[in-house]
């Protein structure tokens, strides 16, 4: 600004500018020394903030598997048969043995075909998993297409008209069985088939729809009544066409039990012409289902179905035997075929029944049960774990020490002020940021604050204990030693496994 822009000072000869910078450099001068006062506060604050976090931590957080008693009294189960049970014991159980005597074990149900199975072709190969149509149709059962029928996106329509390169379709149903619509498209995406099929048993005829179900039924895991939503997952069911067309296999019957939504899972092993249906959760409200559809006037789907199951030779299996006898099934019948049974087993003279899942726990100890048998078990003071909690207790607190420590005497820069916005502007990041680790060096350095946290710790394990009626009442009598360089606190290993071993609690 110059002299003449001051109104009534021109030509004075006084330098105004000048005089206004002076001013104004005590004014800034000023200023630097507040900024620099309330940012170095707040970097103090800051500091006594990630202290604090580091000891709630501590003291909520590490401290807290140190007070849990399935630690700090730890136990370990040995069992004398290893075949018949196993067992864990947490900080509750009492040091002690317990006769255990195992009279049944829970099962699962479970079907398993126990000779081959049984084909209209007595060499028809199952490399392939096996056609559903050559275990469904025995030798004296005939299939074979009788009307024709036109298949178009996996539809058969019954009646076809052709204009012009392109076929009008109309009738027939789909595979959910609803009715199908006209569709026009071109001739070349329609294939002929067949619209109806003929069902020859026994010297009885039967003229079936392609869309008709050959197989149906619904396979359930338990006895529960079903929802309608339930029942039309957990139905399977394969279509004529299914079986004559597509060629569904015993695999493709395996993967529809499997998607049912139950805890069934079924498998079709053609190494072996195995077929298995098995219940994964155990026990006796566990079982495997069926519910057959009954025949129609115009269609023998149940009996198609009972002759599928039939042929699969399916009998039950427990702890590896089979149960002697084929399950029988009939069209529209309901067959529990197999059901999953309950654990029974003994413990000090108790029996405890309805076991579902082979695994109990009684007063602390938990038994896993193996096989039919008797067996000792028992408990002790798992000496070792409680030791390698004391040490890891002895290494957090020392780290937290150090930090509280390290606060405490680390190097203050007194030369070192926080940097002004003005001085910061003259110097690149990297001049920045090694002046400030300067700065906010030694920030805590002899805190009484951080001092009483550290006279604290170190009185809290070295003073005893009120209350405990034993001469094990401090953390010296213990086996920690609290007489080392910078308070840090070191284990007597032998001393602590004396003690434990003369006064356990």
Partial sequence: MGVNGIYGLSGSGLDIESMVKVGMLSKQNEYGRMYKKETKQTWEKEAYSNVYSDLSTFNLTTLTQYKLQSNMNAMTASSSSDSVVKATANGAAAAMSHNVTINNMASNAYLISATDITRANSSATTEDGAFLKDVVFGSDVTVRGKDAGYMYDGNVYTSRTESNGMVTLSGGYDADGNELGSITVASSEVTKTYSTYEVTNGGNTTTVNAWDAALSFTIRDSTDTLTEAQEAKQKIKFTYDDLMRDNATLNDLASSIRKAGTNLTANYDSTNDVFSIYNSTSG????????IDADTASNPAGTSTATL??????QTSKNGSLGGTDVAFGAGASV???????????????????????????????YSLLGAGSSTVTVSQDTDKIV?????????????????????????YNDYDPL??????????????????????????????????IDS????????????????????SIGIDTSTVKGHIKLDEDKLKKVLAADPD
């Fill in 284 to 291: 006796a409200d566990n079982s495997i289902i069926f519910d």
């Fill in 309 to 314: 199951l039939n042929n699969l030779h399916l």
């Fill in 336 to 366: 529990t075929a197999a059901e999953g049974e309950n654990g029974e087993v003994m413990i000090d003279g108790r029996s405890y029944s309805n076991i579902k899942d082979n695994k109990i726990t009684v007063s602390g100890v938990t």
């Fill in 388 to 412: 390698d909690m004391v040490k890891s207790f002895v290494e957090d607190y020392n780290k937290i020490l150090d930090g509280l420590n390290d606060k405490y005497s680390e190097k203050k």
């Fill in 420 to 453: 002004t916005k003005s001085q910061e502007n003259a110097m690149t990041e990297d001049q920045i940021k090694k002046w400030n680790e300067k700065a906010k060096s030694g920030m805590l350095n002899h805190s009484s604050i951080i001092g009483k946290i």
């Fill in 457 to 476: 710790m170190r009185e809290s394990l070295t003073r005893p204990i009120d209350g405990i009626d034993s001469g094990y009442n401090s953390a010296y």
